[in-house]
T-cell receptor, first 112, second 115 residues
Framework: AQSVAQPEDQVNVAEGNPLTVKCTYSVSGNPYLFWYVQYPNRGLQFLLKYITGDNLVKGSYGFEAEFNKSQTSFHLKKPSALVSDSALYFCAVRDGNNRLAFGKGNQVVVIP | EPEVTQTPSHQVTQMGQEVILRCVPISNHLYFYWYRQILGQKVEFLVSFYNNEISEKSEIFDDQFSVERPDGSNFTLKIRSTKLEDSAMYFC?????????????FGEGSWLTVV
């Protein structure tokens, strides 16, 4: 089965500093990778995905992610974090035809 | 922007009672899903639904669970006899395309508390 790992529980970053949320994957075949964000008391919002092509994927709210095949990673990045980016971030991989397999999530805290 | 809507946002029910969670997927989408998130745990796949039938289900989705698309807009998850361990956030989701690369859009979730 396909899986992703998010090694950190919480990421603390000062407002204005670069933000990185780490994700590594384990798949057989081509990886289809996704990032979602969950704001407090809200649902899962799609940020971006990697299917094929350019290794740098741009998404919503200024986020981007870099696909690295040799390191089996798909880290989420934002050049300058905002306090409003404080949320729970989930990496996910397509597992089979219809399901997503999620990581455990990373709490991001942006400190003013 | 179109979105998946879910009702109720929060429901408290007694153990053994039946619960129905409702969802309105994005209007032109054809694939529907239920996921759940037990507090502090990963988001887990429950079931996918296409063309009025279940296309895939996880080992969590046992005989206590059922899904239905009773009309052209609603998609429901029924839990026949709730257990304490069914307490979780249940997310409805939908997607418009087939294939591994399609994006799945989630609703805001229904918090189910079984007491």
């Amino acid at each position: 089965a396909q899986s992703v790992a998010q090694p950190e529980d919480q990421v603390n970053v000062a407002e204005g500093n670069p933000l990185t949320v780490k994700c590594t994957y384990s798949v057989s075949g081509n990886p289809y990778l996704f990032w979602y964000v969950q704001y407090p008391n809200r649902g899962l919002q799609f940020l971006l995905k990697y299917i094929t092509g350019d290794n740098l994927v741009k998404g919503s709210y200024g986020f981007e992610a870099e696909f690295n095949k040799s390191q089996t990673s798909f880290h989420l990045k934002k050049p300058s974090a905002l306090v409003s980016d404080s949320a729970l971030y989930f990496c996910a991989v397509r597992d089979g035809n219809n399901r997503l397999a999620f990581g455990k999530g990373n709490q991001v805290v942006v400190i003013p | 922007e179109p979105e998946v809507t879910q009702t109720p946002s929060h429901q408290v029910t007694q153990m053994g009672q039946e619960v129905i969670l409702r969802c309105v997927p994005i209007s032109n989408h054809l694939y529907f899903y239920w996921y759940r998130q037990i507090l502090g745990q990963k988001v887990e796949f429950l079931v996918s639904f296409y063309n009025n039938e279940i296309s895939e289900k996880s080992e969590i989705f046992d005989d206590q669970f059922s899904v239905e698309r009773p009309d052209g807009s609603n998609f429901t998850l029924k839990i026949r006899s709730t257990k304490l361990e069914d307490s979780a956030m249940y997310f409805c989701a939908s997607s418009g395309e087939r294939g591994h690369g399609n994006t799945i859009y989630f609703g805001e979730g229904s918090w189910l508390t079984v007491v």
